[in-house]
Nanobody
Framework: QVQLVESGGGLVQAGGSLRLSCACS????????MGWFRRAPGKERELVAA????????YYVDSVKGRFTITSDNDKNTVYLQMNSLRHEDASIYYC?????????????????WGQGTQVTVST
């Protein structure tokens, strides 16, 4: 059974940093991209970053470019999202999932059942 477990969220001041982790198990993920998504209250879930398992090629939505970095550890089947210079508008529940190509921030197809996510709160 495929399982995705997100962790690393928390409360941080604006301008601070957090590192999220997504542990993947129970499936073969190398054929997909792995993505980090977020959904703020009252908004649609958006894809903020994705990475290709095979070559590490990243994708970022414009709003996080230069601030967020997505990486993967293939040996550990884990994907990370380093978030720097956090802003109030980054506050959300963050989720990971396998995502199929092609994709964009607002148009994507995912492979796995959504996990619980991890809450990121940014204080001003």
């Amino acid at each position: 059974q495929v399982q995705l477990v997100e962790s690393g969220g928390g409360l941080v001041q604006a301008g601070g940093s957090l590192r999220l982790s997504c542990a993947c198990s129970g499936g073969t993920f190398s054929v997909y991209h792995m993505g980090w998504f977020r959904r703020a209250p009252g908004k649609e879930r958006e894809l903020v970053a994705a990475i290709t398992w095979t070559d590490g090629k990243p994708y970022y939505v414009d709003s996080v470019k230069g601030r967020f970095t997505i990486t993967s550890d293939n040996d550990k089947n884990t994907v990370y999202l380093q978030m720097n210079s956090l802003r109030h508008e980054d506050a959300s529940i963050y989720y990971c999932n396998a995502v199929l190509s092609p994709f964009s921030a607002t148009s994507y197809s995912t492979f796995c059942t959504w996990g619980q996510g991890t809450q990121v709160t940014v204080s001003t």
